[in-house]
C-alpha cells in the first residue's frame, strides 16, 4: 500500500519523547520524512539525528549552542539550516510545508509553538502539557479556530482517547467518569514524614519509565497527575468532578472511561512511549510501534488504590485550580516549574515543592487573560513569585 508522506516536525527531539518519535518514524520511511527538529542543548545528540534523519531545519534554543552545531554540522557536509529562538520554533511548527508537529518541548516554552500549530491547523500531538495547563480555553479556541487535529500522546490522555467514540460530539452524553492512572511513583508506600529527606537522584528513578529529571520529580510529587486533571478537563470537555485518579503501580492498564451505563473501556498496553506515539502518528490507522507485547500468561495481578494526599498534596491543586478564577492553572504551573528547579539545584526540599506551589497560588492576584498575552505576564509574575519564596526556605 502506498501512503502520502507526513512532513513531521519534531519539538524537542533530543528529549525521551521526541527520540521515541524518532524512533516511530524510523520504521516507517515510507510514511514519513522529518521537516524539522528543535533542542534546547544537546547538539551532539542533534548532530546524529541531522545526520540520520536529515531535515530541512534545526532549531536550538540560544545562539550559542545553535552556532556550536552549525560548525559540526558544516564539518559534516550535511544540509541543514541552523535557527535559534523562539521565532525560530513557531516558524517550524506552523511552516506550510509542514503536516504534523510533535510537540514535546518541556514547559511554558513549548506554549507558543504549541499555538502556532494549532492557528496553522496542523495534526498536533501534544506531549506538552503546558499547552493545555498555562493555554488552556485561549489553546483550545485556536485549535478549533485554525481547524488543527489535536491528539494526545500522554500516555493517560492517548489511553482515554482510544477507548472513546471516534465523534467528540458524543462524548458529553456518554462519559460519566474518567479515570487517570498513575504508578504512585518511587515513593508510593514511603512514609509521608521521611519525605523531607529525599534527594533528587532518589526522585529521579521512575519505576516504569525513563523520564527526563523535570518530569520525574513531577511524578514522584504526583504533580504530573494534577496536570494531567487539568489537561483532561480540556481535551475531553468534562467538568473537574467527573475526573478521578487511581494508582495503579504495574501501569498495564493506562487509563479508563466510564460511561452513564457504568461499563468502564480501559486501554491496556506495556509501558513504552512509542505506543500512543505511533497512535498520534497514524491515527485512526494503527502502525508498528517497536514495543513488546503484552504476556497476559505472566502477567502479575493487577492492583489498584486511592492516593494519599498527605503524601502527594500536590495532586488535589488540580482540583481546587480548577474551581478557582481564570488564570489559576497558569500560576500553579509557573510555580511548580521553579519548586522543582530549586529541588534539583538542591535550594528546597523535596518536601517544599508543595509549599511554594501553594503559596504562590495563594500570594499572585490573578486578572482575566483572554489571549497568549496575559497568559505569559500572568506566567512570568507567578515565577516571580515562586523565586521569592522558595528563596525564604532552606534545603
Known amino acids: 500500500?502506498?501512503?502520502?508522506?507526513?512532513?513531521?516536525?519534531?519539538?524537542?527531539?533530543?528529549?525521551?519523547?521526541?527520540?521515541?518519535?524518532?524512533?516511530?518514524?524510523?520504521?516507517?520511511?515510507?510514511?514519513?520524512?522529518?521537516?524539522?527538529?528543535?533542542?534546547?542543548?544537546?547538539?551532539?545528540?542533534?548532530?546524529?539525528?541531522c545526520a540520520q534523519f536529515k531535515p530541512q531545519y534545526a532549531v536550538m534554543a540560544s545562539e550559542p549552542h545553535a552556532?556550536?552545531?552549525?560548525?559540526?554540522?558544516?564539518?559534516?557536509?550535511?544540509?541543514?539550516?541552523?535557527?535559534w529562538a523562539q521565532d525560530a520554533l513557531e516558524m517550524i511548527a506552523s511552516h506550510e510545508l509542514v503536516d504534523t508537529v510533535m510537540a514535546a518541548i518541556v514547559g511554558a516554552a513549548g506554549l507558543g509553538p504549541?499555538?502556532?500549530?494549532?492557528?496553522?491547523?496542523?495534526?498536533?500531538?501534544?506531549?506538552?502539557?503546558?499547552?493545555l495547563v498555562v493555554g488552556g480555553e485561549v489553546f483550545m479556541r485556536a485549535v478549533r479556530e485554525g481547524g488543527a487535529r489535536l491528539l494526545p500522546i500522554d500516555s493517560e490522555h492517548s489511553a482515554i482517547?482510544?477507548?472513546?467514540?471516534?465523534?467528540?460530539?458524543?462524548?458529553?452524553?456518554?462519559?460519566?467518569?474518567?479515570?487517570?492512572?498513575?504508578?504512585g511513583g518511587p515513593f508510593r508506600a514511603r512514609?509521608?514524614?521521611?519525605?523531607?529527606?529525599?534527594?533528587?537522584e532518589q526522585a529521579c528513578v521512575h519505576p516504569n519509565f525513563s523520564m527526563g529529571r523535570k518530569i520525574s520529580v513531577d511524578s514522584a510529587t504526583m504533580m504530573n497527575k494534577a496536570l494531567e486533571v487539568i489537561e483532561a478537563k480540556y481535551l475531553f470537555?468534562?467538568?473537574?468532578?467527573?475526573?478521578?485518579?487511581v494508582i495503579h503501580p504495574q501501569q498495564i492498564i493506562h487509563s479508563m472511561v466510564q460511561f452513564h451505563d457504568a461499563?468502564?473501556?480501559?486501554?491496556?498496553?506495556?509501558?513504552?512511549?512509542?505506543?500512543?506515539?505511533?497512535?498520534?502518528?497514524?491515527?485512526?490507522?494503527?502502525?508498528?510501534?517497536?514495543?513488546?507485547?503484552?504476556?497476559?500468561?505472566?502477567?502479575?495481578?493487577?492492583?489498584?488504590?486511592?492516593?494519599?494526599?498527605?503524601?502527594f498534596p500536590c495532586l488535589p491543586l488540580a482540583w481546587e485550580s480548577l474551581r478557582a478564577p481564570s488564570g489559576t492553572c497558569v500560576v500553579l504551573n509557573a510555580a511548580n516549574e521553579v519548586a522543582v528547579a530549586a529541588f534539583l539545584d538542591r535550594q528546597i526540599r523535596f518536601d517544599h515543592i508543595h509549599r511554594v506551589n501553594h503559596a504562590t497560588l495563594e500570594a499572585v492576584a490573578l486578572s482575566q487573560v483572554t489571549d497568549i498575552e496575559s497568559l505569559l505576564a500572568l506566567d512570568e509574575q507567578?515565577?516571580?513569585?515562586?523565586?521569592?519564596?522558595a528563596g525564604k526556605l532552606e534545603a
Open 382 to 389: 507567578a515565577r516571580r513569585m515562586a523565586v521569592q519564596i
Open 67 to 83: 552556532r556550536l552545531l552549525a560548525e559540526k554540522i558544516k564539518a559534516n557536509q550535511l544540509p541543514v539550516q541552523i535557527l
Open 114 to 131: 504549541c499555538m502556532a500549530a494549532a492557528k496553522s491547523g496542523k495534526r498536533l500531538l501534544l506531549a506538552n502539557k503546558e499547552a
Open 237 to 245: 470537555g468534562v467538568v473537574p468532578e467527573q475526573i478521578e485518579v
Open 161 to 183: 482517547f482510544q477507548s472513546l467514540p471516534e465523534d467528540p460530539a458524543v462524548w458529553p452524553r456518554r462519559i460519566e467518569k474518567i479515570m487517570l492512572t498513575s504508578s
Open 191 to 200: 512514609d509521608p514524614a521521611t519525605l523531607c529527606d529525599v534527594t533528587p
Open 263 to 311: 461499563s468502564v473501556m480501559a486501554q491496556l498496553g506495556t509501558p513504552d512511549m512509542r505506543v500512543p506515539i505511533a497512535y498520534g502518528l497514524s491515527w485512526p490507522e494503527r502502525i508498528e510501534s517497536g514495543t513488546a507485547r503484552l504476556d497476559f500468561a505472566r502477567m502479575a495481578a493487577m492492583t489498584f488504590e486511592v492516593p494519599d494526599f498527605q503524601r
Open 1 to 49: 500500500m502506498s501512503f502520502e508522506k507526513q512532513r513531521v516536525t519534531v519539538l524537542g527531539s533530543t528529549g525521551s519523547i521526541g527520540v521515541n518519535t524518532l524512533d516511530v518514524i524510523a520504521r516507517h520511511p515510507e510514511r514519513f520524512e522529518v521537516f524539522a527538529l528543535s533542542a534546547a542543548t544537546q547538539t551532539d545528540l542533534m548532530l546524529a539525528q
